[in-house]
């Protein structure tokens, strides 16, 4: 059973232009949320996270919104860049026990 | 680079066989994870030890265990291996353990390859 869902699968993206990807949970006790970068070859790394005693975090042109009622929550890259093509990761954890629990993968490419 | 350096980097075996990947964590970092990253299953929660004791079990299959050493490097032991075992394998590290916002930096991982 997948812990965390995550939508869509792949993405195509104009240079400059938003990239928006979703993602949702259904364990109350998770209370960790973060997003992975993953590039081809390359093992995943932390791009940004958040708890949910926030609605939203933003770092650079990285933001999570997250929606604690939902249960969802969601990647936004403004701006998007060539650069930024790679495979994003979901991911949430409790504490106790934190191992992560990764969503399916989002496969975004921007387009020059 | 995160830090946490796996080998080696491309293993091919035989069914039957047993391998066996190692992992050294970030230098002051106490914990290791290790998932299996295969194209039908994800990114899937293997095992987790802290401090040289098993912490979390996730979805690893009997045939698989592992150990981390005084040193802290860990090792995965994957045995009477399968077709289905090809995947990337990868070690992450962090400081602590059972706290939910510690980040766990990931390696290049190990990719297997079952013949």
């Known amino acids: 059973q997948q812990q965390v869902k995550q939508s869509p699968q792949s993405l195509i993206v104009q240079k400059g232009g938003i990239s928006i990807i979703n993602c949702a949970y259904e364990?109350?006790?998770?209370?960790?949320f973060p997003w992975y970068q993953q590039f081809p070859g390359k093992g995943p790394a932390l791009l940004i996270a958040?708890?949910?005693?926030?609605s939203e975090k933003k770092e650079g042109r990285f933001t999570i919104s997250f929606n604690k009622s939902a249960k969802q929550f969601s990647l936004h890259i403004m701006d998007s860049q060539p650069g930024d093509s790679a495979t994003y990761f979901c991911?949430?954890?409790?504490?106790?026990?934190?191992?992560?629990?990764f969503g399916t993968g989002t496969r975004l490419t921007v387009i020059p | 680079d995160s830090g946490v350096t796996q080998t080696p980097k491309h293993l091919i075996t035989a069914t039957g066989q047993r391998v066996t990947l190692r992992c050294s964590p970030r230098?002051?970092?106490?914990?290791v994870y290790w998932y299996q990253q295969s194209l039908d299953q994800g990114l899937q929660f293997l095992i987790q030890?802290?401090?040289?004791?098993?912490?979390a079990k996730g979805n690893i299959l009997e045939r698989f265990s592992a150990q981390q050493f005084p040193d802290l490097h860990s090792e995965l032991n994957l045995s009477s291996l399968e077709l289905g075992d090809s995947a990337l394998y990868f070690c992450?590290?962090?400081?602590?353990?059972?706290?939910?916002?510690?980040?766990?930096?990931f390696g290049p991982g190990t990719r297997l390859t079952v013949l």
């Open positions: 992450a590290s962090s400081v602590v353990a059972g706290l939910a916002g510690d980040t766990q930096y």
């Open positions: 364990n109350t006790a998770f209370d960790y």
């Open positions: 958040i708890r949910p005693d926030v």
């Open positions: 991911a949430a954890s409790g504490t106790g026990a934190n191992n992560l629990f």
């Open positions: 230098s002051g970092d106490l914990s």
């Open positions: 030890y802290y401090n040289g004791e098993e912490r």
